[in-house]
């Protein structure tokens, strides 16, 4: 009895052993994270960048990889991700994909500040001369400052790399040389070209990258693949980054505040204009704009104010239309200033043209109210026509409307007779002055 309760006992722990197997199998199979980024460097990429390395060094990830695809941003962002890259004890692999997407300017910095470069075929990288915040070009002296600062961080971040990959690096910044991927991998700028992200896991499988100093070997061949997906705040601060998008939040922020205005008591108009103009500001706040053309946007609103309160059958409206599309293109589509940060035209035009409607409707129907017959209190009386009760001369009594009236005939009028038709010419409180019909 003793010995089949020890091997009953010992099957069972042999069962348990058995049980668990898998799951620390499983433990230990290396973590790769994966972030996917697609549009201008902003201060919401930059969190995001932030949050994946810092969940990346809890988990004790083998690697992370940071798919870009970026036609630049600001200098000062981009210094920004390249310290939390370098700064990182995770590896981190910058990859540019898919297929057409590219690392131009600023991105360009970034992918090489990663502990492993690699991009996909089809795509470019390069064009990383500075330009103003403002979009426009620099100064000689300001231009010079910027591409030699950028050239010593790019020299800093390529000291394992050949000369052949430094002087490409360079010329990105100096000439704003793009290059494929194929010329930057036979230069030495990066690493790898990949198909997409299974290829290059395979071509990282012991590929060593220095990690803060350390020589760190990659074992990538059976890795747990998991995407950091970008919260919803940084989704929406990434919207609010569009020039298009700023454009609208603006035009439907201030029409909403005028609406209020117009109108006081009710507070979702005032609420969502109050909304729409904090969060155009936050973009506004990124973008690279040109503050002159706020002028012309505050004088086309007060041109359409104009036009309701004194209506001039269009003029002020048109004026308007066409000062709103003047400040739209000022403010965001200064010469200098990246396509990519460009309102589009089109949406300008059409925008203009339907806040003009909007505003043509309210005038018209302000014209018609103010023309239309009045039809309740006293003044609603003059000009109708009654029946004398009585002999008016000059008082007397008149049915109108449904009541009897007491009445006196206008000086200089004729005294008219009983069954005799009326015309109210004024009314003096509860007494009608009138006429013979």
């Not at 939390?84 to 360009?108: E, K, L, Q």
């Not at 795509?123 to 010593?152: M, R």
Request: one cysteine or more; aromatic letters at 6%; proline letters at 5%.
């Amino acid at each position: 009895m003793r010995n089949r309760l020890i091997a009953a006992f010992a099957l069972i722990l042999a069962f348990l052993g058995a049980s668990f197997q898998p799951t620390r199998a499983q433990d230990k199979t290396p973590l790769v994270l994966v972030l996917s980024v697609d549009g201008a460097v902003t201060p919401s990429m930059v969190q995001y960048l932030e949050r994946g390395i810092r969940i990346a060094e809890q988990r004790g990830a083998e690697l992370l990889v940071f798919q870009l695809n970026t036609p630049g941003g600001g200098i000062a962002l981009m210094n920004e991700m390249v310290r939390d890259i370098r700064a990182s004890t995770v590896p981190v692999v910058v990859y540019v994909a898919p297929r057409g997407a590219m690392a131009g300017s600023a991105g360009t910095v970034i992918t090489i500040a990663g502990h492993a470069s690699a991009m996909a075929p089809e795509t470019i990288i390069g064009a990383a001369s500075p330009i103003g915040g403002q979009g426009e070009d620099l100064g000689e002296t300001a231009a010079a400052k910027e591409k030699n600062a950028i050239i010593a961080t790019l020299r800093s971040l390529m000291e394992d790399r050949p000369p052949e990959a430094v002087q490409l690096a360079a010329e990105t910044v100096e000439t704003a040389r793009a290059a494929s991927a194929r010329e930057a991998l036979e230069a030495g700028m990066i690493d790898f070209i990949a198909e997409d992200l299974d290829d290059l896991l395979a071509q990282l499988d012991g590929f060593t990258v220095k990690v803060q100093g350390k020589e760190v070997t990659l074992r990538t061949a059976r890795v747990q693949i998991e995407p950091v997906r970008q919260s919803l705040i940084e989704q929406l601060l990434m919207v609010l980054t569009n020039p298009n998008i700023v454009f609208l939040l603006i035009t439907i922020g201030v029409q909403a505040i005028l609406i209020e205005l117009s109108s006081p008591g009710g507070w979702v108009a005032g609420f969502i204009g109050v909304v729409c103009l904090a969060l155009a500001t936050y973009g506004l706040g990124v973008l690279p704009v040109n503050w002159f053309g706020l002028i012309f946007l505050v004088i086309a609103f007060v041109l359409f104010i104009l036009e309701i309160k004194t209506p001039t059958t269009g003029a002020l409206t048109a004026a308007g239309v066409g000062s709103l599309i003047v400040g739209a293109l000022v403010l965001f589509n200064s010469p200098g200033t990246p396509t990519f940060q460009r309102v589009s035209v089109p949406l300008v035009v059409g925008t203009s043209l339907v806040t003009a409607t909007i505003f043509l409707v309210v005038i018209m129907f302000a014209i018609r109210a103010q023309k239309a017959p009045i039809r309740t209190g006293q003044e609603s009386l003059v000009n109708k026509v009654g029946v004398a009760r009585s002999d008016l001369a000059p008082k007397g009594s008149v049915y109108l409307a449904g009541e009897l009236w007491t009445a006196e005939l206008e000086a200089g009028e004729q005294p008219v007779t009983k069954g005799e038709s009326v015309v109210v010419v004024r009314v003096e409180g509860l007494h009608l002055i009138v006429r013979k019909a």
